[in-house]
């Protein structure tokens, strides 16, 4: 029998692996994004566009407890998408 901490570590590991499928899914439009940006000589940093996704991602989320510790998800999943572009640009 399972014990609170085994199943949550659990259920951690399942939700992991299903965010493993979502970055790689993210990360192919991240790169369609790069290829277009490259395209039409747009930099890689559009503040506007960050400003305008935590914003609505933040109604989305609809819980204030977490809204700080997801804004820190995201600028983290913002970062790797800008430094993934950086690296296809060069």
Do not use: C, T
């Not at 029998?1 to 992991?16: G, P, Q, T, V």
């Not at 490259?38 to 407890?65: A, C, H, V």
Request: charged share 40%; no cysteine; hydrophobic share 40%.
């Amino acid at each position: 029998m399972k014990n609170e901490l085994e199943e949550a570590r659990e259920k951690i590991n399942e939700i992991d692996r299903k965010m493993i499928d979502l970055f790689k899914e993210r990360m192919d439009a991240v790169l369609k994004v790069a290829r277009y940006k490259k395209e039409n000589g747009l930099p890689i940093l559009d503040r506007q566009r960050e400003e305008i996704l935590l914003e609505k991602n933040l109604k989305w989320l609809g819980d204030e407890s977490l809204a700080k510790y997801y804004k820190i998800f995201l600028e983290g999943v913002l970062a790797s998408s800008k430094s993934y572009q950086e690296d296809f640009l060069q």
